[in-house]
């Protein structure tokens, strides 16, 4: 018997703790530093910081381990960590609910977009070997009633130095829990596991929900005879600030500039990722009553349409439409079996190539075409437009972004929005193709923005409250056909507005008095033409 070699199941927690909070929490750690420095009358407090979620983290991890389920709950927050500590020491991200969501929501090629040798290597030295270290330990054998014992002995000990710890600190304490809550985002592995638990818990308690009717009311107002023919680009993290179309030093949009669009400069994101905002861009609901279930299971502006007769299509070349494109023809160019223009990855131009056939193919009604962009989809910017594209030089050619300049990296995401600035004009020249038998319009709406590397910060899906305004402010363009009834559009009104604060919350609106469809559920103020011929104008007018 070697029983001397075997250890206790307190000791494995023990040690598996002190792993986690020293090798895979530098960006909390970073983070506590960075609001307070490391000057000596901070030190008894920093290093009480390390105890203290030492001791939280060891009684979460008490909870879950038992004699048959120690190894591989450990063996699993092992692995989890050293990919949360990937992530987060990289771009700084942060593992909340909706992070949840977007992993589960990966598909392949986003992942391998991901994928890098150092990622390897986190997950090998502080995933991987640490994992075969547990399991390869034999666990002592005890009985249940001794087990249990020595488990409530050490969440005793453990609870009593939290304690103790909060009570002498309890000035620190109480600024870094109210002021600095940002900063719990970074505890690995507690962070991660309240957000899986949260997200498993909200998606348990809201199973599939029968889908919401709204604007039952809604038809096409009578006055009507011109066909519509809008097309709404999805844009994929396009920040503002990088259109110089809103001022952007370098010549981004050299095709749009010279189009007769309007282009709005102030205009925020409904969230700040693709799960969040796609469902929120085309939802009645607005950014303030955003609710993730609510949305998904109530109608949105596709199903208005197509309920009063438009012709709606979906072309998509991202990863999904996050099911806001459900009901309606739906078609994944992600594949070279729709796309026809396809090299390293499938090209959003190629969502172009047979759009006149199905425009010819629908003689009578409006028509609404959304085409979702790969856009700039990131770290791999450099791989988001064809070579003819590169016009800015030298480019980050790795989704390591410490191994390339800030130049380099902005270079890459620079040249992603010059084809997309291509890509819109093609749009746009389409569109004027048709409009001596259509009113046709472009909308183009980022979803959300992107960090650059601003104060460490890369990538997006921060929480819109500590988001900074990178990742928010998003290009947000509309174009014209002159056939669109000039009746129809007040075209000063919506030039007037070009540098109000905009938002999201508008498309919804705009796109129906575009259409001119007449429902109890429009509102006028959030409609940017404030389409004059609706009969619910007049009522929000008499109300005032
Ligand atoms: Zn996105």
Redesign the pocket.
Known sequence: MMLTDSKSQSWLIIISTLFLMLFTNVAFFKGVVGVYPFVLENIAFLISVFILFYCLTAIILSLFCYRYTIKPVLIIILLLSSFTAYFMDSYSSIIDETMIENILQTNMQEAIDLFSIKQVLYVFFLGVLPSLFIYKTTITKTSLLRATISKIKLIGVLTMISVAILWLFSDYYFSFFREHRSLRYYINPVYYMMSISKYATRSYRHPELPLQKIATDAEISSGDDDRELIIFVIG??ARADHFSLNGYKKKTNPLLEKLNIINFTNVSSCGT??AH?VPCMFSIYTRDNYDKNKIKNTENILDILQKVGVNVLWLDNNSSSKGVADRVPYQDFRTAENNPLCDIECRDEGMLVNLQDYIDSHPTGDIFIALHQMGN?GPAYYKRYPKAFEKFTPTCKTNQFESCSKQQISNAYDNAIIYTDYFLSKVIELLKNNSNKFESALFYAS??GESLGENGLYL?GLPYMMAPDAQKKIPFILWFSESFDADDINMHLLKSKVNTPLSHDNIFHTLLGLFEVNTHVYEKTLDLTEYKNSPHNSNTDDNR
């Open positions: 994929e993290t990722s693709t905002s989809h979803d959300h997006h």
